[in-house]
Every structure is written in C-alpha cells, then in structure tokens.
C-alpha cells in the first residue's frame, strides 16, 4: 500500500494508520454502475448458505470474500450477527493479505508480505432489509507475514439482506486520504444462530493459514506505510 492510502493498510496500513477511526455511514445504495461482474465473482467464491431455513433474516455467521484494488489487498470477512429488535451487536473477524487480483487465496510469506487477522467487537441497526453494522474496536489476532497492522481504520457495512438468496450486498465505507471511499464486499450468510446462542457453520471461519512463516528479521516496504485496509 503506497503512503497510507490504504484502508487496510498493509498490515500496518490499510486500516492502520487513522487508528480507530469509525465511519459512520449515511444510507447508501449500491450504484447501479458498481459491477455486477464484481457481486458475481464475489459469490462464485464464498461457501454455500445453510440447507435449512434461519429464524431471522440477519442473525447469524456471514461471509466475506472480496480485493481491496487500493490497497493490492485480499480480504474474507465473517461476521458475527445478533438482534434485539432493531439493534444488531456482535463481533467481526478479518484476515487481510497482499496478492494481485487474479490470485485469491493466500500466498507464501516473503520479505515485505503481509498477511494478518484481526477481530472486531461490532454494533450496529437494521430497518427492513438495510443494515448497518460496523467496528467498535479492533484488536489483532495474528501476524502470519509482517509486522503487522500500525493501526486500522474500522470497518463499517451499509446495504440491503436479500432473505430469498441469504446474501447482504454491502459497501464497506471508510474514510482514506481525507475523503469517504467504498468497496463492495458480498456477503453469504453461511450458518443461522441457534436457540443456544451458537451458529451451525457450513465452511471453515477463516481461509487456510500460510504455511510458510516470514524470517527472522521481515524486511519492511522501502517507502510510505503499509496501508491496506486495515484503517485505510
């Protein structure tokens, strides 16, 4: 990510580098123009929705898989929904990744890579079918490659559930280089919350670790900060 133009900021960038910073978003709508190659190819990569049919229309375990072009970062997103009423609370977990737009899966660490997770407490409402839901914090969970997001920009969903296909098309909106920016990230919701207060899950929470684990000693990116998403 070149000078923190990133909201997932290389791991130390894209969200990271206005730390904290949360985007509170006003009622968008996807443009008509927002690629419907993107929303396609998007779902082409997420798990399948649940055989049986969820009680609620948000509640649940939603996923995630979509590049971040400004950043040169891949993203899977899963989040953790509950509902009370119109108040929807819950926690999302994310793992970022640099790689180029034709190679969605992680690749091997090297010297300047970055690959992390992190979680996010989460909060947020819903009025029909829009739904807004976005981070209250973050807290890193792993540094598969590199040192690791310097800070990071919360994340904040805006769209519309459709119940018929269990998708919530979305824009994650987040403040970068002093300006609001938008990428679209579908999501499949992949489990239902249970009586018990679990979900049943029909793919794994996160994509596969790397295997190969960085040096001793990562080299850093010869210039600006390593803004990928993570606080654009």
Known sequence: MDACTSRRPPIGGRRGWLVGALCVGALLVLAPGLAPA?????????????AERCVDDVQGTWRS????????QWSVFTLHI??????????????????????ADP??????HDDWSLDEPAR????????????????????ACGPGPQG??????????DPAVQEFQSVN??????EMVEDVNVFRRIACLT???????????????????????????ASGCSCRRPGA
């Open 124 to 143: 947020g409402t819903i009025a029909g079918m829009r739904v807004e839901f976005g981070g209250s914090s973050y807290t890193v969970r792993e540094r």
């Open 38 to 50: 993107t929303v396609e190819e998007q779902r082409a990569r997420l798990p399948p929705a649940p």
């Open 152 to 161: 990071y920009i919360l994340d904040t969903f805006i769209g519309t559930i």
């Open 107 to 112: 690749i091997p660490c090297r010297p300047g």
């Open 195 to 221: 009586t018990t207060g679990t979900t049943s899950s029909t793919g794994p929470t996160v994509v596969p670790s790397i295997e190969t684990r960085p040096p001793t000693s990562p080299m850093r990116r």
């Open 173 to 178: 909106r987040y403040p970068m280089n002093g």
């Open 65 to 72: 898989h979509a590049y971040y072009p400004r950043q040169g």
């Open 82 to 103: 509950r509902r009370a009423g119109a108040d929807l609370t819950g926690d999302m977990e994310v793992r970022f990744w640099d790689g180029p737009p034709d190679r």
